[in-house]
C-alpha cells in the first residue's frame, strides 16, 4: 500500500523491504522518540510482522510497526489492565515521527 500527501509517501511492506542503512535509521528515530527501551526496540523492531514508513523527498521521516506477538507480556499487560484479551493480538508499537517532519 502507497498512499501520498503533501510530498509525503507512506508505504507499508515487511522490514525486509528496508535497506539495513533504512532499518539502522528507523531504529534511530524510535530511540529519539525515547517512548520506549532502545535496546528492547533494536531487538524486536527487526522481528516486525509489519512496518509503515512515511518518506518526505525521499527520507523516511516516520516509521510504525506491528510489533512480533510476545504472549508473555501480553498477559502481563491484560492483567495490569484488568481486561482480558487474546494473548496472540498483534501489537501497534514504535510510532514514531521524526523532528523533520511538521508537527499537525
Known sequence: MNEEADGYVVASSAIGALSTDERKHCLRLIAEGAAVNA???ARDFPRSAKIAVARK????????????????????RAKKAKFP????????GYVVVGSVAPRQ
Not at 484479551?85 to 501497534?92: C, G, H, I, K
Open 57 to 76: 523527498d525521499g527520507a523516511i521521516v516516520a516509521v510504525a510497526s506491528i510489533k512480533p506477538i510476545r504472549e508473555n507480556y501480553a498477559a502481563s
Open 39 to 41: 535496546t528492547i526496540a
Open 85 to 92: 484479551f487474546d494473548p496472540q493480538t498483534p501489537e501497534l
